[in-house]
């Protein structure tokens, strides 16, 4: 093992609570078992082995993420990988965040293929390489958007969650097209949730422009988007 995953092992095993390891596999569905560290308390930890293995470079930055995600023998040690995403974003101010990344990142949400993996991947780091490489990155997102895997779809739907006033609503109508019925995957729970779980989050600022969109595809979007779009509305 690298340094970096020896340290993140050691740290999270030191902190490991075994009562509550069950219960979080459980929730989650997990094949891969926990230590049984809660969130904020990991990220204390992975912030703190920032501080000590702060990586140079982007490719640096990269290899250290392949690194803890390939060799994660516990579902927390994958989080950590998720953790150094994220610090990197902070710590390095998006500037590891390039289109170099984008094979990792769908990787990473092919072989996670769960909502507590995916999600951070699409909701912050996609996000950070679409405001970083808009073009190249739409154009990637619509490809994923209309493509037969369930995780690179919910990926490109909710890809902006981050965005804000910033947010492409073109982008947004595009990547949720492709999922609306009649398409198998407007049946798909994860799909439709994370529909309309977008389109509530660019209603905190564009409202009017969601309300609209419900009422111009309220025949063809889930019941269960419309409920999630609609309820700050």
């Known amino acids: 093992?690298?340094?970096?995953?020896?340290?993140?092992?050691l740290r999270l095993d030191a902190a490991a609570d075994p009562a509550r390891a069950p219960a979080m596999q459980a929730?989650?569905?997990?094949?891969?078992?926990?230590?049984?560290?809660?969130t904020p308390q990991r990220r204390a930890i992975t912030l703190a082995l920032w501080r000590e293995h702060a990586?140079?470079?982007?490719?640096?930055?990269?290899?250290q993420?392949?690194?803890?995600?390939?060799?994660?023998?516990?579902?927390?040690?994958?989080?950590?990988?998720?953790?150094?995403c994220r610090l990197a974003q902070r710590r390095a101010r998006g500037a590891f965040h390039d289109l170099?990344?984008?094979p990792l990142f769908e990787r990473m949400i092919v072989e996670g293929a769960w909502w507590d993996?995916?999600?951070e991947l699409a909701g912050h780091q996609l996000g950070a390489l679409l405001r970083a490489q808009p073009a190249p990155m739409a154009a990637i997102l619509r490809t994923w958007a209309g493509g037969d895997h369930l995780w690179m779809r919910r990926a490109a739907i909710i890809a902006q969650l981050d965005a804000r006033t910033?947010?492409?609503?073109?982008?947004?109508?595009?990547?949720?097209?492709?999922?609306?019925?009649?398409?198998?995957?407007?049946?798909?729970?994860?799909?439709?949730?994370?529909?309309?779980?977008a389109?509530?989050?660019?209603?905190?600022?564009?409202?009017?422009?969601?309300?609209?969109?419900?009422?111009?595809?309220?025949?063809?979007?889930p019941a269960l988007s419309r409920r999630e779009a609609a309820k700050h509305l």
């Open 65 to 84: 993420v392949a690194e803890l995600w390939d060799g994660a023998a516990r579902r927390e040690e994958r989080y950590a990988a998720l953790d150094w």
């Open 27 to 38: 929730y989650m569905k997990s094949a891969m078992p926990f230590h049984g560290v809660p």
């Open 166 to 197: 910033a947010t492409d609503p073109i982008l947004l109508v595009d990547c949720i097209a492709p999922s609306l019925a009649p398409s198998p995957f407007a049946r798909e729970f994860f799909i439709a949730k994370g529909i309309g779980w």
């Open 199 to 221: 389109l509530r989050q660019y209603a905190r600022h564009h409202p009017a422009w969601v309300r609209r969109y419900l009422r111009t595809h309220q025949d063809r979007l």
């Open 1 to 9: 093992m690298s340094p970096l995953l020896t340290a993140v092992r």
């Open 117 to 119: 993996l995916v999600d």
């Open 55 to 63: 990586p140079a470079d982007a490719a640096a930055w990269r290899a």
């Open 100 to 102: 170099a990344a984008l």
